[in-house]
């Protein structure tokens, strides 16, 4: 029921900067969850960055100072700014979207967008 798409992807030199950007559609509720994780090849999907509807927010140690996750509640849309961007960034990120309150929960998921930091 709750969608979400993905874009702002693509390569980028070690140093650069990328911006990826999350669209949600369908039953949104809040107080709800949006945050963005990501997967390199062979690793665990991890969590970047989130953000609560409210305001609190939270990153990983390895992309803090770097990575700055922003939303807008009215339009259902999130952002990640990615600066400073190394060679270890690259991934594909996925956003994600989850609420807990009861009888409105849900938990989305994108397809994912590829994030390649490469010379």
């Known amino acids: 029921q709750v969608q979400l798409v993905e874009s702002g992807g693509g390569l980028v030199q070690p140093g650069g900067s990328l911006r990826l950007s999350c669209a949600a559609s369908?039953?949104?509720?809040?107080?709800?969850?949006m945050g963005w994780y990501r997967q390199a090849p062979g690793k665990q999907r991890e969590l970047v960055a989130s953000?609560?509807?409210?305001?609190?927010?939270n990153y990983a140690d390895a992309v803090k100072g770097r990575f700055t996750i922003s939303r807008d509640n009215a339009k259902n849309t999130a952002s990640l700014q990615m600066n400073s961007l190394k060679p270890e960034d690259t991934a594909v990120y996925y956003c994600?979207?989850?609420?807990?309150?009861?009888?409105?929960?849900?938990?989305?998921w994108g397809q994912g967008i590829q994030v390649t930091v490469s010379t």
């Open positions: 994600n979207a989850f609420s807990v309150v009861s009888m409105f929960e849900y938990d989305a």
């Open positions: 953000e609560t509807s409210s305001g609190n927010t």
């Open positions: 369908g039953s949104i509720f809040e107080p709800n969850t």
